[in-house]
Every structure is written in C-alpha cells, then in structure tokens.
C-alpha cells in the first residue's frame, strides 16, 4: 500500500530591495545618531589639556574614539537587531543573500571592512551609487559582505 506524501514547499517571496534614496535617508539618520552619541561620550575630553587636540601620531584621541563608535554601532546594531535605528525609521532590514542568520564574518565585512573602504579615499563615497544601479540595488559594502538590504512587510 503506497501513501501519498504531500510535500510542502516553502514559498518564498522575492524580497523587495531597498533603493538608494531610502538606504540613503537611513543612512543619514545613523549619522545623526553617530554624531550625537559621539557628542556625549566624547565630551569629556574637552576638559583635558584645555580642550587642545590630543595627538597620536597622525589621529587625535578624538578622531580614534569616533570612529570606533562609528564602526562599533554600525556593527552590533546589524549583528544583533539586523538593522540600524535609521534603518528602523525607514522599515529597511540587512539580510544574508541565502536568507540565513547573519553572522559575525559577514557584518565585519559589510560593516567594518566595507564601511572603512568607502570611507578612505574621497571617490570611494561615489561607489554608494552601485545601489542605484545593481540589480539587487547592493552597494559594494553589501557585495563584500553577501547581504542585501530589503525593505520589511
């Protein structure tokens, strides 16, 4: 005697990638949030040596400071909510190209080492546009980290 299996197959929807002008929007508003945070807790070091610049070497204490926070934020925000606050404003979210649980490996790429790239050297800020153009609206920070930013239902 045979028995019919029915087999129930997932369907995924095709998600709906966030364009540039949303991703950019959210991305500004992290910059305010970043600036802010870094406005407080780095506050502090206006009262040593009479709000002079601490120097080390070619970075202030300063300027080392704020772009941990930068990277830091960035970083645990996607690790563990898989979205900043300004993606949260714009109902944006980082996902994994196969849909899995993004991992650590996978955010230091895209927040960190992709991050910094753009970061470097002034025409590496023009590369954002690769979000404007690509196919899965990616930007060369997602390519490195084989994540999509997709819009939430």
Sequence with gaps: MSENV??????REEPRYAGFWMRFWAYLADLIIVFSINGILLSPLKFIDNGAAVDIGFWTLAGI?????????????????????????????????DFQQLRWSDLLFREVVGRFF??????????YLFVAFSREKQGIHD???????????
Excluded: C, D, P, W
């Excluded at 753009?118 to 590369?127: A, C, I, P």
């Design 118 to 127: 753009h970061r470097v050297f002034f025409f590496t800020g023009l590369l």
């Design 6 to 11: 029915e087999h129930i197959h997932e369907v």
């Design 65 to 97: 400071f704020s772009a941990i926070i930068f990277y830091v934020y960035f970083l645990l925000m996607t690790r563990f909510f898989e979205q900043t606050l300004g993606k949260m404003i714009f109902g944006l979210r980082v996902i994994r190209e």
């Design 143 to 153: 390519m490195i980290g084989n994540t999509r930013v997709v819009i939430e239902r």
